[in-house]
């Protein structure tokens, strides 16, 4: 009769495996409750710089576009930071009463000036707002309203990106071809119907395609 081995003692190995199986299924329970409790879709913001070129903004929207310039937004900012100076005379908190209060209108947007103080531009669109419809397409030059624009910028410093929303795949295509034409890298951002426009630091990159 052959002798029997030494017995091995797997309570040890039993309790690792339980504490294992309890941490997966508390990670399983708490990513489906936090999965649960999205109702909200925040806008991601973008970055206002990208590899070695600047980018320039468009939105396409009720096929139209509509620029949006980071100097001209400085600019009425600084402005409007000006103006409530005046107003606050010194005093930091209705300075920063007033500033709740103001929304600032640019090119088609409502700008939120609070969320301008801090570096970053949310740009709301404004849905009674006209912008450009490119009605001479392709003969689009430097003399029209968008081939103006790319007069305006250099392709080695500068490439197009473009804010789609769902209605406005058509116009995106005509600008497009005209800024490739021109020598421009160009970016594509698929936006919601009437979701903000957020950018700033702190946000996704902004890539050329």
Known sequence: MAAKGPSMDLSSFQDIMTCILGILI?????????ASQITVL???????????????????????????SLKELGEICDKK???????????????LKQAAQSILSYNGFNLDYTYALMGR???TPDPEAEGYK?????????TMWFGSKLAALKPDTAFICFFVRPDSFNIFQ??????????FNVACELQDASNPIIIGPGGERVLQQ
């Open 42 to 68: 925040v806008a991601t913001p973008k970055e206002d710089s990208a590899d070695d070129k600047t980018p320039a903004f468009f939105e396409c929207r009720h096929n139209q576009l509509f620029y949006i």
């Open 174 to 183: 005509k600008a497009r071809g005209i800024a490739w034409l021109r020598g």
């Open 121 to 123: 531009y949310v740009l």
């Open 26 to 34: 508390l990670i399983i329970l708490l990513t489906g409750i936090d």
């Open 81 to 95: 930071t000006e103006v409530l100076k005046d107003l606050s005379q010194g005093n930091e908190a209705e300075f």
């Open 134 to 142: 490119m009605e001479n397409y392709p003969t689009e030059d430097e």
